[in-house]
């Protein structure tokens, strides 16, 4: 069975950083893209970030270019999204969800989605 | 404002159909990009129902379908239970923002 788990969420004042992991298990991680969608309090959906299966390519939101980084550890199955200078407009439920092939298209579906770390961005 | 135009509310009867439509524009559903459905029920991360248009994910009962037309699409559910009562997603593709793209959701009401 396909699972996912984020971690690492929390509370952080505007301008500070913190950094999300995924845990992924159930499926060969090195054949999928993987993306974070992120969820505002009460809001839609969001996509923010994604990489390829081999971590060579990157892609992102205008939104949070330059301050986030997206990256894979293959050998450890996890996906991490770094966040810089922080902002209350990125106060979300951050979800990483998986893509059905190596290499991340913006066209693809994501499923499964993991349950989401939510990370609050106040004083 | 999503680039991707869902109506925020839609509701039916037990055993009614139900559709939600999903309008973009020429750069993404106008241009061809598959466009993707998610049902996301109250407390639960969003769940995948329909791919490339009209393709059911595992378990989904075929109550629920897809369509395109043009810069639009449809998800269209029959037959509709207590247990469709959720948030819909539609998920496409915009060549202009070089980004994936969600509509801004539709929450069903099952009467």
């Known amino acids: 069975e396909v699972q996912l788990l984020e971690s690492g969420g929390g509370l952080v004042q505007p301008g500070g950083s913190l950094r999300v992991s995924c845990a992924a298990s159930?499926?060969?991680?090195?054949?999928?893209?993987m993306s974070w969608v992120r969820q505002a309090p009460g809001k839609g959906l969001e996509w923010v970030s994604g990489i390829s299966g081999s971590g060579g390519s990157t892609y992102y939101a205008d939104s949070v270019k330059g301050r986030f980084t997206i990256s894979r550890d293959n050998s450890k199955r996890t996906l991490y999204l770094q966040m810089n200078s922080l902002r209350a407009e990125d106060t979300a439920m951050y979800h990483c969800?998986?893509?059905?092939?190596?290499?991340?298209?913006?066209?693809?579906?994501?499923?499964?989605w993991g349950q989401g770390t939510l990370v609050t961005v106040s004083s | 404002q999503s680039v991707l135009t869902q109506p925020p509310s839609v509701s039916g009867a037990p055993g009614q159909r139900v559709t939600i439509s999903c309008t973009g524009s020429?750069?993404?559903?106008?241009?061809?990009?598959?466009v993707h459905w998610y049902q996301q029920l109250p407390g639960a991360a969003p769940k995948l129902l329909i791919s490339?248009?009209?393709n059911r994910a595992s378990g989904v009962p075929d109550r629920f379908s897809g369509s395109n037309s043009g810069t639009s699409a449809s998800l269209a559910i029959t037959g509709l239970q207590a247990e469709d009562e959720a948030d819909y997603y539609c998920?496409?593709?915009?060549?202009?923002?070089?980004?994936?793209?969600f509509g801004g959701g539709t929450r069903l009401t099952v009467l």
């Open positions: 969800a998986k893509g059905p092939i190596a290499w991340w298209r913006g066209w693809d579906w994501f499923d499964p």
């Open positions: 020429s750069p993404n559903i106008g241009a061809g990009y598959d």
């Open positions: 490339g248009n009209n």
């Open positions: 998920q496409s593709y915009d060549s202009i923002l070089s980004a994936s793209v």
């Open positions: 159930g499926f060969t991680f090195t054949s999928h893209a």
